[in-house]
């Protein structure tokens, strides 16, 4: 998955928006069964439109650090398995990769007015998909799924209602 480069957000071409990653890709046909590799040694992530502009969306947090690109521990890889059952194309993938929008870890001492302190890191995720194609008849049925149990997202209620010292998720 390739990052995008939101400096200029609408005057690119769809593909332009896509950051180019080196990569290595291998396929392995066998009877009725597909096998794929991606390796991405190559680490970016999200280009941000500098602060002020009429682009800008997000901006990077002061202090955060990306991984280095190019070092194995660092580097992405997936796989894809795809086969033929019962006349429908299925595939199960999976996909170790870096979350290109950094999470802001922050540290909060609720019973002080010391200011909170912020930990913006890059952090890796899992991702794992299925898919399946159909045809019947005139008309093809098309499903598929993700799943992503590493992805942090932003809490709306970050609160501590029951004034134990820790924001409440919930």
């Known amino acids: 998955m390739n990052p995008l480069d939101f400096r200029e957000l609408i005057l690119p ?85 870096w979350d290109d929008f950094p999470v802001i870890f922050r540290s909060i001492d609720l019973n002080s007015a010391q200011e909170p302190e912020f930990f913006p890191t890059f952090s890796r995720i899992k991702m794992y998909g299925a898919t399946f194609v159909k045809q019947l008849g005139a008309r093809i049925l098309k499903g598929e799924i993700a799943y992503v149990p590493d992805k942090y997202f932003g809490l709306r209620n970050d609160v501590d209602k029951n004034n134990d010292g820790f924001v409440d998720s919930l």
Request: no cysteine.
């Open 13 to 97: 071409d769809l593909l332009d928006y896509r950051i180019p990653l080196w990569s290595l890709k291998l396929d392995y046909y066998q009877s009725n069964s597909t096998y794929e590799l991606v390796w991405i040694p190559d680490v970016r992530f999200h280009e941000t439109a500098p602060r002020g502009s009429e682009w800008e969306l997000l901006q990077r947090v002061p202090g955060t650090e990306e991984p280095d690109t190019y070092k194995l521990e660092n580097s992405e890889i997936g796989f894809k398995v795809s086969s033929n059952l019962y006349d429908t194309e299925v595939s199960l993938s999976y996909f170790w990769t």
